[in-house]
Nanobody
């Protein structure tokens, strides 16, 4: 059974940093596409950063140079390091894995950027 459990969200001031984590269980960690999505207030869910099945990374334009996706194979954990945060980064952040054509999601973690 695939399970994704996020943690690390919170309240941070503009310009600050935060790292969110996602522990993934039930799959071979390294061979499936996985990434981070977010859904802000009144907005559609969007892909923020991801790993392809070959291991290449991609980022949405609005976070390039500020966010970094990484993973720890030993801990089966996916990370998103977020720097220079802006109020528009406020959203619920979701971890995602694509397995056999199906999407699996974590419960989400709230990130709020506000002074």
């Amino acid at each position: 059974q695939v399970q994704l459990v996020e943690s690390g969200g919170g309240l941070v001031q503009p310009g600050g940093s935060l790292r969110v984590s996602c522990v993934v269980s039930g799959i071979i960690f390294s061979i499936y596409p996985m990434g981070w999505y977010r859904q802000g207030p009144g907005k559609q869910r969007e892909l923020v950063a991801g790993f392809s099945s070959s291991g290449s990374t991609s980022y949405t334009d609005s976070v390039k140079g500020r966010f970094t996706i990484s993973r720890d194979y030993a801990k089966h954990t996916l990370y998103l390091q977020m720097n220079s945060l802006k109020p528009e980064d406020t959203a619920v952040y979701y971890c995602n894995v694509v397995l056999g054509g199906s999407n699996y999601w974590g419960q989400g973690t709230q990130v709020t950027v506000s002074s």
